[in-house]
């Protein structure tokens, strides 16, 4: 596969997407929760304690929430079917002993579905992790086993063939030991460009997620889904209260469209697909400078950042409250070689 042909053929298939979106409702959005290691302290930069997350879990079952497996939710925004309102998605990205042994009894316990991502190279090596054993045990008990790849590469950096090659190792060992292998995707770190965006497609996964925070929609790229990160100070109840109520910005025609930063500071900008009320309120941060200017031109929203974008990763954020007292999010994640 040439880089160049690979890259304008995702450009092409994502102008098609973005041109047929349909207009937003509350029901065909959803919200994905991602959670990394358990009651560990010693990177706690991706640690959840258990009363987090049994506040979290409260606070799902008392509020109105349909908490709902992440392949029956991605099933239904890629078919059209309607969901519940506020309908929300529980993922893990690290087959680790404390969701074993911490997470997992409190989240079956209190009947809620959940998905661990996990690396197949970490799960053959050992050590820290869970074996082919726990994840059988656990799928067996209702938890579904989605994919980081084989060696949680970070797809940007890598190349082509060393792209493609992970797939299918992690693939190829997922169905040795599970006897399937997984059609639901996480990019590792979040790190996503156009052609490892369309090897993910072309594998065959139903859809892919990132680390970019805002509510799943319908109109979106399936294959470059945001999820909100609930790890220490982002996982206090208020913001978790915020998150999970939480309504897509419904973005298209997004420019770029590519994730990794070719111009620095990019040109970033998209389209609503539908007239918001109160969008002069929208607001966008970026985590590298701060609030940035936004730019209205009827239905386009041009952002416009200052400051290059260091390398490594860098969020954007767009929120706008609602009439009703929720937020619209909207968020992209740049990675900068």
Same mark, same amino acid.
């Given at each position: 596969?040439?880089?160049?042909?690979? =890259? #304008?053929?995702?450009?092409?298939?994502?102008? !098609?997407?973005? $041109?047929? +979106?349909?207009?937003?409702?509350? %029901?065909? *959005?959803?919200?994905?929760?991602?959670?990394?290691?358990?009651?560990?302290?010693?990177?706690?930069?991706?640690?959840?304690?258990?009363?987090?997350?049994?506040?979290?879990?409260?606070?799902?079952?008392?509020?109105?929430?349909?908490?709902?497996?992440?392949?029956?939710?991605?099933?239904?925004?890629?078919?059209?079917?309607?969901?519940?309102?506020?309908?929300?998605?529980?993922?893990?990205?690290?087959?680790?002993?404390?969701?074993?042994?911490?997470?997992?009894?409190?989240?079956?316990?209190?009947?809620?579905?959940?998905?661990?991502?996990?690396?197949?190279?970490?799960?053959?090596?050992?050590?820290?992790?869970?074996?082919?054993?726990?994840?059988?045990?656990?799928?067996?008990?209702?938890?579904?086993?989605?994919?980081?790849? =084989? #060696?949680?590469?970070?797809?940007?950096?890598? !190349?082509?063939? $060393?792209? +493609?090659?992970?797939?299918?190792? %992690?693939? *190829?060992?997922?169905?040795?030991?599970?006897?399937?292998?997984?059609?639901?995707?996480?990019?590792?770190?979040?790190?996503?460009?156009?052609?490892?965006?369309?090897?993910?497609?072309?594998?065959?996964?139903?859809?892919?997620?990132?680390?970019?925070?805002?509510?799943?929609?319908?109109?979106?790229?399936?294959?470059?889904?945001?999820?909100?990160?609930?790890?220490?100070?982002?996982?206090?109840?208020?913001?978790?209260?915020?998150?999970?109520?939480?309504?897509?910005?419904?973005?298209?025609?997004?420019?770029?469209?590519?994730?990794?930063?070719?111009?620095?500071?990019?040109?970033?900008?998209?389209?609503?697909?539908?007239?918001?009320?109160?969008?002069?309120?929208?607001?966008?941060?970026?985590?590298?400078?701060?609030?940035?200017?936004?730019?209205?031109?009827?239905?386009?929203?041009?952002?416009?950042?200052?400051?290059?974008?260091?390398?490594?990763?860098?969020?954007?954020?767009?929120?706008?409250?609602?009439?009703?007292?929720?937020?619209?999010?909207?968020?992209?994640?740049?990675?900068?070689?």
């Amino acid at each position: 596969m040439r880089t160049g042909c690979a =890259a #304008a053929a995702v450009m092409i298939w994502l102008f !098609g997407l973005f $041109a047929l +979106a349909p207009p937003v409702r509350a %029901a065909d *959005s959803a919200v994905v929760l991602l959670y990394h290691r358990f009651d560990d302290d010693r990177v706690a930069a991706l640690n959840t304690t258990s009363d987090q997350l049994a506040s979290h879990i409260a606070e799902l079952k008392s509020g109105g929430f349909t908490v709902l497996p992440l392949p029956e939710i991605a099933h239904a925004l890629r078919e059209g079917r309607r969901l519940p309102d506020k309908t929300v998605a529980i993922t893990v990205d690290d087959a680790s002993y404390g969701f074993y042994s911490r997470a997992w009894p409190l989240l079956r316990d209190a009947g809620l579905p959940v998905t661990l991502f996990v690396a197949t190279d970490e799960i053959d090596h050992g050590g820290e992790t869970l074996g082919w054993s726990q994840l059988r045990e656990l799928r067996a008990e209702g938890v579904t086993i989605g994919s980081l790849g =084989a #060696a949680r590469l970070r797809f940007p950096r890598v !190349g082509v063939e $060393a792209a +493609a090659a992970d797939l299918g190792r %992690a693939q *190829s060992r997922f169905a040795q030991e599970l006897g399937t292998a997984p059609d639901l995707f996480a990019w590792p770190g979040g790190e996503a460009d156009a052609i490892s965006i369309a090897l993910v497609r072309q594998a065959g996964f139903l859809a892919a997620f990132g680390q970019h925070s805002g509510a799943l929609w319908r109109g979106f790229n399936p294959y470059y889904l945001p999820r909100f990160i609930m790890i220490g100070a982002h996982g206090e109840l208020d913001r978790f209260r915020l998150v999970v109520r939480s309504l897509p910005l419904p973005a298209v025609d997004l420019t770029p469209a590519d994730p990794v930063v070719r111009v620095n500071p990019p040109a970033f900008g998209f389209t609503l697909a539908e007239e918001i009320p109160g969008i002069a309120a929208l607001s966008c941060y970026a985590s590298h400078e701060g609030q940035v200017r936004v730019e209205q031109l009827g239905p386009r929203i041009e952002v416009r950042m200052t400051k290059p974008i260091p390398p490594g990763r860098a969020r954007l954020n767009c929120t706008l409250p609602t009439l009703d007292g929720r937020w619209r999010w909207f968020g992209w994640q740049f990675a900068t070689p």
